[in-house]
């Protein structure tokens, strides 16, 4: 069969889920009570507030504070964990730019470590080699929404007396060994961008159980004023952070919708790791051991290009498109990103670098598909794979 990038049929030719979803009854009404309402902003209206609250029980923790977006909340985080100018902060190298970016603008370094192969996920050998006096806190990053398992990382942080912060930008939901992401650490941040499985087009919370970590979140976020403080009393420097009520009010009905979102993405997940297994040459990540939920907010696939006849993963990214089914190439390993380098330095991170070169991501949009759909998936790959093969040893 030729590929459709040949001027073949493609395999598919109909559309996928869009994401975010259509928007429900509930969160229309709701956007337009706050219209109507007149109370736009946080300070004024009940919506920011309820969602934090009912936002951080659905993970156990005790507070939350809602912010303009994730990459603020981690910069909050940190803050308020006391990360400051002279601080480093290890996070690992695959990852969005954003983890490494908050921590630059919390004034302090961050320290690339490498991934674990199996799940991408930040190293604990790499922490531990890398962890010294000037770290102030480790930055595990929830990965397309596995969880890191936490006994590794508390017991570093605990021996060298480091903060923990979670970027949970993509872990709405998941969980470890019944553990919720957002309890993993001293804070959890989370974010509500819009390819994100709670989404507001923007936005983002961070989550703590810590009483005096929550007064700080809660002033820094808030031009510095006090909990119960006056309004033009502001007894250290914070920023206006806030979330707007438009934003709560999309994001409080989401909070039914999630668990059986996830559910579907699971299920679709499942299924895609039999029929990918069947092709050859692709393989679906599976979560950490230990993995209670993993939410599936990306299909991570690692491509073996020497399954599809020595072809690069471009080559096969760009076969799979015009088959009708979009894959992403997913992020550089952050040891390769020059913007950094001032921040880093030169750092040589070969797991990272490697998952650039061979892993492809399914947006979660492509796991809320239908299983005729989750088999095109398949059937696109495997087209492809025996193009490349054949046209190899020809
Ligand atoms: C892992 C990770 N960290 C941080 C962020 C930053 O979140 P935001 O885009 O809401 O600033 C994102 C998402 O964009 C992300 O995927």
Redesign the pocket.
């Known amino acids: 069969m030729t590929l459709a990038l040949d001027g073949g049929t493609p395999v598919r030719t109909a559309g996928w889920p869009a994401w975010p979803p259509p928007a429900t009854p509930a969160q229309r009404a709701a956007l337009l009570e706050v219209l109507d309402g007149g109370e736009w902003g946080a300070t004024g209206g009940t919506r920011v507030g309820a969602f934090a609250a009912a936002f951080a029980a659905s993970t156990g923790a005790r507070h939350g504070v809602c912010t303009v977006?994730?990459?603020?909340a981690?910069f909050l985080a940190l803050r308020a964990l006391g990360t400051g100018p002279g601080d480093e902060v290890i996070i690992p190298a695959y990852?969005?730019v954003?983890?490494a970016t908050?921590v630059v603008l919390a004034g302090a370094r961050p320290v690339l470590a490498d991934v674990t192969p199996g799940t991408l996920h930040l190293d604990p050998d790499a922490v531990a080699r890398l962890i010294g006096p000037r770290t102030k806190a480790v930055m595990p990053?929830h990965?397309a929404g596995a969880p890191v398992p936490p006994e590794p990382l508390e017991e570093l942080a605990r021996a060298h007396g480091v903060a923990i912060v979670e970027?949970a930008?993509?872990a709405h939901g998941a969980s470890w060994r019944g553990r919720p992401a957002g309890t993993l650490g001293d804070a959890a941040?989370f974010?509500?961008?819009s390819?994100?499985a709670m989404t507001a087009g923007?936005?983002?919370i961070v989550v703590t159980s810590d009483p005096a970590a929550y007064e700080r979140l809660w002033s820094l976020h808030n031009v510095g004023r006090r909990l119960a403080g006056g309004w033009y009393e502001h007894p250290e420097v914070g920023w206006n952070l806030r979330m707007t009520e438009f934003q709560a009010a999309l994001l409080l009905p989401q909070l039914d919708l999630l668990d059986a979102q996830i559910a579907a993405r699971e299920r679709a997940a499942g299924l895609l790791a039999g029929e990918l297994a069947g092709v050859g040459g692709l393989t679906l990540l599976p979560g950490p051991d230990g993995t209670t939920r993993h939410t599936r907010h990306l299909g991570l696939v690692r491509y073996d290009a020497r399954e599809f006849g020595g072809r690069p993963k471009a080559d096969f990214l760009a076969a799979m498109e015009a088959e009708g089914v979009p894959l992403d190439a997913g992020y550089r390993s952050l040891s390769r990103e020059t913007a950094l380098r001032p921040h880093t330095g030169a750092v040589s991170c070969p797991v990272a670098e490697a998952a650039e070169d061979s892993v492809v991501w399914l947006r979660q949009n492509l796991l809320m598909a239908d299983d005729g759909a989750l088999a095109d998936i398949a059937t696109a790959a495997a087209k492809v794979r025996r193009a490349f093969r054949a046209s190899r040893a020809a």
Do not use: I, M, Y
């Open positions: 977006n994730g990459t603020v981690l990852t969005f954003a983890s908050a990053v990965l970027d930008a993509q941040c974010s509500f961008q390819s994100k923007e936005g983002g």
